[in-house]
């Protein structure tokens, strides 16, 4: 029974599976996290080395750039050299302008990708759109791929805008600017789908994304389309920007999204620091579904932000040094040690909280804060298990986890279970 006080995450909106390349999006499937290379497509090797990455470090379908012949040329390279690396990755081409072209003069291209990205506000223009987004549609029948129908805000269908702009003028105005805008998106997304499968494409090969770039704009617009259709859904907010800024907006956005019920795949669009690491919105993807409870990917380091009580900086190290470790690790502990993901480490900075947090994790330790005794209790299942003493104490914890985890999940007596 839900009341005013029911903040339980809604279940999952019905919606199509659709199969990617093998993995299955939508459904009830569990969410999917995606991310994008920003190499040149056409650079074998820099886009092998950026897929690989962004697929170790959790990214279960990466979408290329597939933008002139020279990269459409380089796909099914790119797709070989990664099976050669043991990475059987799905690829997800982006089309825009002229997708219906690349597909149409590079079949090896068609047939390596796992799925077609195609965006309605850019698949031609005047009397061209229909027929080339026909020809991309019967492309992806050919060559039995999804497609995603990807609307972006920036990119909008202006034809379908100006003529809900002139139908809603026409009926006295009752909308403001920014609810048309809102309902062109949506409109163009579900208008295309319902082309896409009068052409024939089935809905079980269909995805849809809407994105734009505000916060409210999207979690409106997302909460239309899941109420007007059951096709699965691509969630992303596009240009979230950069660092602290862009992993906000998009927590934001998606999380309440998703605590709705609403998304089966993510892309957290992050601005790299030049130079910067791809790979982090594939962690903060990762981070999000974790941290909601929807995913499990790695064990969980809890740890205080520290305060006056505490003024070395004992156990930030020892936090990150957890935290690299467990990240450094979980290639292999993910085939040696499975269901270590679900793991809670707590590392905490003085006796206030840190026995309480440390016993609720399955390891825990609680160093000393200004002025205690040197000494550091360490909680295992609850228990309080020992009390590390002197200078060692991070290494001596970071061997106990070590241990811990060795016993728990590598077959060995688990600790109370
Ligand atoms: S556990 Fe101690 S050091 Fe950490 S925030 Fe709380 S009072 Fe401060």
Redesign the pocket.
């Known amino acids: 029974m839900s009341s005013a006080f029911d903040f339980e995450p809604k279940p999952r909106r019905a919606s199509v599976a659709v199969d990617v390349g093998g993995v299955i999006v939508g459904g009830g499937a569990p969410v999917v996290v995606q991310s994008m290379t920003n190499t040149d497509t056409a650079d074998v090797d820099a886009t092998v080395a950026q897929v690989a990455a962004l697929h170790r470090a959790g990214s279960e379908l990466v979408r290329i750039t597939v933008d002139r012949d020279e990269s459409a040329a380089a796909v099914p390279r790119i797709r070989e050299r990664l099976l050669r690396l043991g990475l059987d990755v799905p690829l997800v081409g982006d089309f825009h302008y002229i997708g219906h072209k690349l597909l149409a003069d590079h079949p090896a291209c068609a047939e390596a990708l796992a799925k077609y990205r195609i965006n309605p506000g850019n698949v031609g223009f005047k009397d061209k759109k229909d027929k080339q987004f026909a020809e991309i549609i019967e492309m992806a029948m050919r060559y039995d791929k999804p497609v995603r129908i990807g609307v972006n805000w920036g990119s909008l269908d202006q034809d379908l805008l100006t003529r809900l702009m002139d139908e809603n003028k026409a009926n006295g105005s009752p909308l403001t600017a920014q609810q048309v805008t809102r309902e062109t998106i949506v409109q163009s997304a579900l208008i295309s789908a319902e082309l896409a499968e009068e052409l024939g494409l089935p809905r079980n090969r269909i995805i849809l994304s809407a994105k734009v770039s505000g916060v409210q704009d999207l979690i409106a617009v997302y909460a239309m389309l899941a109420a007007r259709s059951d096709h699965a859904l691509h969630l992303g907010l596009t240009e979230a920007g950069m660092g602290t800024k862009g992993i906000v907006a998009s927590s934001a956005s998606l999380g309440i999204l998703m605590q709705q019920g609403i998304g089966d795949t993510i892309r957290i669009s992050l601005t790299p620091e030049p130079g910067g690491d791809r790979t982090r919105e594939v962690q903060v993807a990762q981070e999000l579904l974790q941290v909601m409870g929807f995913r499990q990917f790695i064990p969980v380091v809890a740890?205080?932000?520290?305060?006056?009580?505490?003024t070395s900086t004992v156990?930030q190290e020892l936090a990150q040094k957890i935290q690299e470790d467990i990240r450094a690790n979980m290639p292999v502990w993910r085939e040696k040690y499975p269901g270590v993901e679900a793991l809670k480490v707590a590392v905490?900075?003085?006796?206030?909280?840190?026995p309480g947090?440390s016993k609720h994790a399955d390891i825990g330790i609680?160093?000393p804060?200004t002025g205690e005794m040197p000494a550091a209790p360490v909680f295992i299942d609850g228990q309080k298990a020992m009390t590390l003493r002197g200078p060692r104490i991070a290494e001596e914890f970071q061997l106990l986890v070590s241990d811990y985890i060795e016993k728990r999940f590598g077959g060995g007596q688990a600790a109370a279970e």
Do not use: H, Y
């Open positions: 740890a205080c932000p520290g305060c006056g009580r505490t156990f905490m900075g003085c006796i206030v909280n840190g947090e609680s160093l804060g």
